[in-house]
């Protein structure tokens, strides 16, 4: 079974082509649109400072699809420390590819059961431009299971269904 034809876009409306549409979220579980204007506040689309309860970077959650050449991704929120925040976030990045750093996944995916929120995760810096790799931690969470061992094109089309209409 392959990933046929393109796909209408839910979030712009557009056709797309192609393999896999990576699914993405804006910003971590905990941002809401009234914090924008808030002193302290920050959202980009790479970084999330919310005074209070944490620092987040974006990160992409890869998962092998066992059943086609390209992986399937998940555009995701996950937390940091201060200390790592201000390190991996400052201009020109004082990372080096393949630092791990530890977080927790802020963002709940649809699909899975229990929560994915607040999953263990390792933030795997890449080359300065790239945001990070997220591994999720090994355990008997459906999504670290499927991390680990593959999901087919079938469970990709669940995944995204809530997101997408094919054409």
Request: with cysteine; proline share 7%; charged share 20%.
């Amino acid at each position: 079974m392959t990933w046929s034809g393109g796909y209408t876009c839910a979030c712009c409306d557009e056709v797309h082509q192609g393999g896999f549409p990576a699914i993405g979220f804006d910003a971590p579980a905990f941002w809401w649109d009234d914090m924008a204007d808030a002193e302290g506040h920050e959202l980009t689309s790479d970084t999330c400072v919310i005074p209070g309860v944490g620092f987040f970077v974006r990160a992409v959650l890869s998962i092998p699809v066992l059943d086609a050449v390209d992986d399937f991704e998940w555009g995701v929120w996950v937390s940091q420390s201060e200390t790592n925040f201000l390190r991996l976030s400052s201009a020109g990045a004082d990372a080096t590819p393949g630092e791990e750093t530890f977080g927790w996944l802020s963002n709940d995916l649809p699909g899975y059961e229990p929560s994915t929120l607040d999953l263990k995760t390792a933030v795997i810096q890449q080359a300065e431009g790239w945001r990070p790799l997220l591994e999720v931690e090994p355990t008997d969470h459906p999504l670290s299971v499927e991390q680990r061992e593959g999901i087919t094109v079938a469970r990709v089309r669940e995944l995204v269904a809530p997101f997408l209409t094919e054409d």
